[in-house]
């Protein structure tokens, strides 16, 4: 006897080939979104130490 579905197999191997790519793209995706968060909180806190200096700078020279 002969399977009905001859392409059965290759299709479902490819379904998983599939998944696997999406599931390593998400994973990816991810990194990529906390190292920008990461990136982002550093350049906040350096941005608010700038602004504190400036700051810093203006209150002395107007006393």
Do not use: N
């Not at 379904?15 to 793209?25: F, K, N």
């Not at 982002?40 to 602004?51: N, Y």
């Amino acid at each position: 006897m002969t399977d009905p579905r001859p392409h059965a197999i290759p299709a479902a191997t490819r379904i998983d080939a599939a998944l696997a790519r999406i599931e390593a793209a998400i994973d990816a995706r991810a990194h990529a979104a906390d190292a920008l968060a990461r990136r982002h909180a550093a350049l906040k806190a350096r941005m608010a130490e700038a602004v504190t200096a400036l700051d810093d700078v203006i209150s002395r020279g107007t006393v």
